[in-house]
């Protein structure tokens, strides 16, 4: 079952991964595989520099309750690669799709929202249901293993109705295309400022303009503020992170009695 199939299960609150890489080795078309999946109630896992890899659904985050940071770090896979109902922000991060059954190039999904909808929620959804926070990946780069890989979706008709997913300052691969009409007249997906890998050009995929619970993200818009703002995002959580170094400071040669001074990043 999907809570027995990973590589790591995530059981409890406070987890982290920091520098490590976590594969599950199932191959291409062999099975759904996740490498990583956070279980319910498990929240304020980080995952920071990190290696995700698997071919089919990488990560799950089951349910709302399952929470998520991620930082810094690659995410891996091919079909429905980050799935389920989690509250997950990614930020700096590289999504790549990797090729699929018996070598195939073309297809592939990134993600499958299972967000949680009912009662109480975040935002209006359809069927007169309130949407919780999904997932929200900012800053991020979605890639591809090699460019010969074409047509990966943002988001597959495996999510649910209600799935909530936005991608804020991205940078995409010209690989990655508008999901089917299935899929944009029943999830709730959201861009704003993306643009290409080379940051050259603005890509746009008219999310948000299928359906009247969905309408277009603007500057200010509430949605937006949230969605960029991991704490927001992640319901008063603010994730901690131990430094990381990531420019060294450069050699300098000064005179006798003269100050040196040193910077880091």
């Not at 249901?129 to 979706?153: A, E, P, W």
Request: glycine fraction near 10%; hydrophobic fraction near 40%.
């Amino acid at each position: 079952t999907t809570h027995a199939r990973m590589a790591f299960k995530v059981n409890s609150k406070n987890i982290a991964i920091e520098n490590m890489t976590v594969t599950n080795r199932t191959p291409v078309g062999g099975s759904q595989a996740e490498a990583v999946m956070i279980e319910s109630g498990a929240s304020r896992f980080i995952l920071n520099n990190a290696t995700v890899a698997s071919y089919q659904d990488t990560l799950l985050a089951n349910v709302n309750s399952s929470q998520g940071y991620f930082y810094n770090s690659l995410i891996q896979g091919q079909f429905d690669y980050i799935w389920g109902g989690g509250n997950l922000f990614f930020t700096n991060c590289e999504l790549r799709t990797l090729l699929g059954n018996n070598g195939a190039t073309t297809g592939g999904n990134l993600t499958a929202a299972r967000t949680d909808n009912g009662a109480t929620g975040n935002w209006p959804g359809y069927n007169g249901l309130l949407v919780s926070n999904g997932f929200s990946f900012v800053s991020c780069q979605l890639t591809r293993l090699t460019n010969t890989i074409t047509s990966t979706t943002l988001a597959d008709a495996n999510g649910s109705t209600n799935g909530n997913v936005a991608w804020i300052n991205c940078s995409i691969d010209a690989n990655y295309i508008l999901p089917a009409a299935e899929v944009l007249n029943s999830q709730l997906l959201w861009e704003y400022g993306n643009s290409n890998l080379t940051d050259t050009a603005t890509v746009t995929f008219g999310l948000g303009n299928f359906g009247d619970s969905a309408p277009p993200l603007t500057s200010g818009d509430p949605r937006l503020l949230a969605a960029q703002n991991p704490a927001v995002w992640l319901n008063g959580w603010v994730p901690q992170l131990a430094p990381n170094i990531v420019t060294q400071p450069a050699n300098q040669s000064v005179a006798g009695g003269q100050a040196a001074n040193f910077n880091v990043v």
